[in-house]
């Protein structure tokens, strides 16, 4: 069992990550299981520089193995937006109900064939010295729905379509989500630098900031 925390200090998003991982052999724990995490701020000018200052801050703080990762949604006709401001569109309050509720303003005049988007997942592995060790980013694409639709989920899923099921994140459920989902994509796609990490044991002996980083395989799904 290697010790690993989920850098994140959102129940759901946690929950989400520890499905994925859960088959791998971790000992996982969140920012609610352990005393004293950091709120890191989000700095950053992209999904992966957020994803890294999480992983980067959290593990020297901690003195642990952490997976940062940081999400959202980008809608096309608006240029991208919300994007690494997904959490906090309507505001630094907001909520994912008003936040929902300001997307489809800002989309009301904009016809359905143009109403499409994007999720974007970036996540980074950090070791107890705060180098950033592996990282990987994924994407889902979709079509922003006119009104909510479906009770799974968390965020812009109710209203994010996946267009060859004709149905929401929110309407399709958790079993069909830990399939196709941004954050499903991104980590299958880490989970196996994660995994050469651990059995070659630097879980135990972690590199130094100088040494080099997993690369993301380009080549999975």
């Given at each position: 069992m290697y010790?690993?925390?989920?850098?994140?200090h959102n129940r759901k998003k946690g929950l989400e990550l520890a499905e994925l991982l859960?088959?791998?052999?971790?000992?996982?724990?969140?920012?609610?299981?352990?005393?004293?995490?950091?709120?890191?701020?989000?700095?950053?000018?992209?999904f992966g520089e957020n994803a890294?200052?999480?992983?980067?801050?959290?593990?020297?703080?901690?003195?642990?193995?952490?997976?940062?990762?940081?999400?959202g949604l980008c809608v096309d006709p608006l240029d991208g937006r919300p994007g690494i401001y997904s959490a906090r569109y309507a505001g630094v309050d907001a909520t994912d109900e008003r936040n929902n509720a300001f997307l489809?303003?800002?989309?009301?005049?904009?016809?359905?064939?143009?109403?499409t988007a994007f999720y974007v997942c970036h996540v980074a592995l950090a070791d107890p010295r705060g180098a950033v060790r592996a990282n990987?980013?994924?994407?889902?694409g979709g079509r922003i729905r006119r009104k909510l639709s479906g009770a799974a989920g968390f965020g812009y899923d109710p209203l994010f379509e996946i267009v060859e099921y004709h149905r929401t994140f929110a309407e399709l459920g958790p079993h069909v989500k830990r399939v196709l989902s941004h954050r499903a994509r991104a980590m299958r796609r880490?989970?196996?630098?994660?995994?050469?990490?651990?059995?070659?044991?630097?879980?135990?002996?972690?590199?130094?900031a100088s040494e080099g980083k997993a690369a993301c395989p380009e080549s999975m799904p």
């Open positions: 010790p690993l925390i989920l850098g994140t859960a088959p791998f052999g971790f000992a996982l724990q969140t920012l609610a299981d352990v005393p004293d995490p950091l709120v890191v701020d989000e700095t950053g000018n992209s890294a200052l999480k992983a980067v801050q959290q593990a020297r703080h901690l003195g642990a193995w952490v997976l940062g990762e940081d999400s489809l303003e800002e989309l009301a005049g904009v016809a359905d064939e143009r109403r990987c980013e994924a994407t889902c880490i989970v196996p630098q994660i995994l050469t990490l651990a059995r070659r044991g630097d879980w135990e002996f972690p590199a130094t």
